[in-house]
């Protein structure tokens, strides 16, 4: 029974088999390059929120200090997009964060971060879509809304208020682009993010030239008076501003990171670069290089907007749902608001494209490791993942069509800030893991272990485990004297530090956000609380600190580790924590859908379950073997061979 017990735990935390000596190989058509990835991430985050999100940040929370909370927000972002960027240059395979899962922490973990990308990436695209018939409609006077509503109204709760046949047509249009080839798909949208990036190049360049820097010094007295006025208050006397106390931080300090919290979901996008990787010619160069440059043109964009929007207008007036149209009028250039039309459809095309792009890739990865149904691992003539590109299109098409996606859309945060978080740990994870730990996993289809000096096997991954919780004084050594190079009982301290530090974590920010009146009423109980817990946390950060990294170098590299990786790990896990109870309530049942097709499919029809069955060696009654000579070993042949495991330009630039 026992056994049984374990062999179950064991199948849950099975890792993938990485052949990163067969990089090049593919199912999909190696045609896109940095250039490419570059456009689909700005085109994917730079979406229709920069027309909207201003407007409505800055009236009522940050007022002309947007900027720095879009500086804030970009710097959380730019936490994940590190991470990102280096497992894109050390796994560049499909499958962006699901795969990174997959090949650092189990199985079960890689199935649930795909499984909430899919619901991310489904109601973004449904979502996008919708509001995109929504801005055409509103364009032509509305004759698309008057129509369904008038002959197909529908009054059920949860759906819609009609169905929606513009936003029906936009993706399955759009899926048959995809289908067709990622070339083309590339093309298209490089072409609507340009006319996008002009869009808001005018836009700035115009707030700069019509704007007044007193927009950003308008005081209190002024403010109170524009209260009084927006009130129609007789009495003045004791009145006080409904829009802060003037100046560049109107709202003060808490309100700059209040406008940064929301501001954060506005570079939310550029992980589909990620799920790029067998369809670019240089994934390992150009991965990174396209992650970091988008956020960057991103960055720029959102900071240039908003600063010339609250130069040209005083915050107090900004319109939430319309703010350039609106501030052109106040300036006098009224005309310039359909070239923001245009732009904004520009900008929800390319958003549209951004959601919809990585989702079949995302479905094609996890049906060919068969944890999902292997049908959508078939691809085209023209090498792209056709079955699981209208299976996502169907899907969003029916989302799109009947539902009202409003109460859903926060479900896309929770799977989108897990999959950051995730991340994050893995980069943690594999950087203090022993040289030349996923060099060796593959190669020819198996597990290729190596042999220790004194000619026994090789230990399978779950055995390991099992002899590291006997070797506890081992771990205990490790703990007081670090090894000059990793080892297995250095990985495992780690390994232990970080859980510890996530649960940490975790407490952290749910008594920070729902006990913060007994913090600043400095109740005993709640100080103590806040206290263990930062010596916990600093405590496992010393001890992370204090194990040796890998000396495996790889194109790009997240600096600052721990610290960024563990910082960016707080933001996501303390923004989840902000999501409303009847979000949660949404996710676990969609979790509950997800892991009965994980134990009911996934778990028995796994390519890495087939591969344990098939190659007896991996078994877990493998001898005992020599660890020293085992690391000495994997050390030199990962020093040996640094080189092979990068994808030359020439082997990938044709399909």
Same mark, same amino acid.
């Given at each position: 029974?026992?056994?049984?017990?374990?062999?179950?735990?064991?199948?849950?935390?099975?890792?993938?088999?990485?052949?990163?000596?067969?990089?090049?190989?593919?199912?999909?058509?190696?045609?896109?390059?940095?250039?490419?990835?570059?456009?689909?991430?700005?085109?994917?985050?730079?979406?229709?929120?920069?027309?909207?999100?201003?407007?409505?940040?800055?009236?009522?929370?940050?007022?002309?200090?947007?900027?720095?909370?879009?500086?804030?927000?970009?710097?959380?972002?730019? @936490?994940? &997009?590190?991470?990102?960027?280096? *497992?894109?240059?050390?796994?560049?395979?499909?499958? #962006?964060?699901? /795969?990174?899962? !997959?090949?650092?922490?189990?199985?079960?973990?890689?199935?649930?971060?795909?499984?909430?990308?899919?619901?991310?990436?489904?109601?973004?695209?449904?979502?996008?879509?919708?509001?995109?018939?929504?801005?055409?409609?509103? @364009?032509? &006077?509305?004759?698309?809304?008057? *129509?369904?509503?008038?002959?197909?109204?529908?009054? #059920?709760?949860? /759906?819609?208020? !009609?169905?929606?046949?513009?936003?029906?047509?936009?993706?399955?249009?759009?899926?048959?682009?995809?289908s067709f080839g990622v070339k083309e798909s590339a093309w298209v949208n490089k072409v609507f993010t340009s006319i996008n990036v002009l869009v808001l190049l005018f836009v700035i360049i115009s707030g700069f030239v019509k704007g007044d820097t007193h927009n950003w010094k308008i005081t209190e007295e002024s403010l109170i008076n524009v209260t009084i006025v927006t009130r129609n208050l007789s009495v003045t006397a004791n009145v006080s501003s409904d829009y802060g106390v003037g100046g560049f931080l109107p709202y003060g300090f808490s309100g700059t990171l209040a406008g940064a919290a929301t501001c954060f979901y506005a570079f939310v996008g550029f992980d589909c670069i990620a799920t790029t990787g067998e369809e670019v010619k240089n994934p390992q160069r150009a991965i990174p290089i396209g992650i970091v440059v988008s956020l960057t043109v991103c960055f720029l964009a959102y900071f240039g907007v908003s600063a010339a929007l609250t130069l040209m207008m005083p915050y107090y007036l900004l319109d939430e749902k319309s703010p350039l149209p609106m501030a052109f009028e106040y300036v006098g250039w009224g005309p310039a608001k359909y070239v923001v039309a245009a732009g904004s459809l520009c900008a929800l095309s390319t958003s549209l494209l951004g959601s919809m792009f990585p989702l079949p890739r995302i479905l094609f990865a996890m049906a060919r490791d068969g944890i999902l149904f292997k049908f959508m691992s078939k691809v085209s003539k023209r090498q792209s993942p056709v079955a699981a590109t209208m299976a996502a299109g169907t899907t969003a098409a029916i989302m799109a069509f009947l539902f009202d996606l409003k109460a859903l859309v926060d479900m896309m945060s929770i799977g989108t800030l897990l999959a950051y978080s995730l991340v994050a740990v893995c980069v943690l994870i594999l950087r203090y893991q022993p040289d030349g730990a996923l060099e060796h996993r593959g190669g020819t289809g198996k597990r290729e272990y190596l042999s220790s000096e004194g000619g026994e096997s090789d230990l399978t991954e779950s055995e390991s485990h099992l002899n590291m919780l006997k070797g506890g004084s081992s771990t205990l050594q490790t703990v007081l004297h670090p090894p000059a190079s990793p080892s297995e009982h250095s990985s495992s301290v780690v390994n232990m530090s970080i859980c510890v530090l996530v649960l940490v974590v975790c407490l952290l920010s749910y008594l920070t956000t729902y006990h913060i009146d007994s913090i600043l009423d400095m109740k005993v109980w709640i100080l103590a609380s806040l206290t263990v817990c930062l010596l916990i946390f600093c405590g496992c950060i010393f001890m992370v600190c204090r194990q040796p990294q890998t000396s495996k170098k790889v194109s790009f590299m997240v600096p600052l580790l721990p610290f960024l990786p563990i910082l960016s790990i707080y933001v996501n896990i303390y923004l989840m924590v902000q999501l409303s109870g009847d979000t949660w309530i949404r996710f676990s049942l969609w979790m509950a859908v997800g892991l009965l097709i994980y134990f009911g499919y996934g778990m028995w029809h796994s390519e890495e379950r087939q591969r344990l069955l098939q190659d007896p060696s991996n078994s877990i009654n493998t001898q005992e073997h020599n660890k020293t000579s085992r690391e000495k070993q994997v050390g030199m042949c990962a020093v040996g061979k640094e080189q092979e495991y990068f994808i030359s330009p020439e082997k990938t630039s044709q399909c």
């Open positions: 029974m026992l056994e049984q017990v374990l062999s179950f735990g064991r199948s849950l935390v099975r890792r993938k088999v990485v052949d990163l000596k067969n990089l090049e190989d593919s199912k999909l058509c190696r045609c896109l390059g940095t250039v490419d990835l570059i456009a689909l991430g700005v085109g994917s985050t730079l979406g229709a929120g920069v027309y909207v999100l201003a407007g409505g940040v800055a009236k009522d929370n940050s007022g002309p200090s947007i900027v720095i909370s879009f500086l804030i927000a970009a710097l959380a972002s730019v @936490m994940a &997009g590190l991470c990102y960027a280096e *497992f894109g240059a050390r796994v560049p395979k499909t499958g #962006s964060a699901y /795969l990174y899962s !997959y090949v650092t922490v189990g199985e079960i973990w890689a199935f649930i971060t795909g499984w909430n990308l899919i619901l991310s990436y489904v109601i973004g695209t449904s979502s996008v879509a919708r509001a995109w018939s929504g801005t055409f409609d509103e @364009m032509i &006077g509305g004759h698309i809304e008057i *129509f369904c509503k008038t002959y197909f109204s529908m009054n #059920s709760p949860g /759906l819609a208020q !009609y169905p929606d046949f513009f936003a029906v047509c936009l993706i399955l249009l759009l899926s048959g682009l995809l």
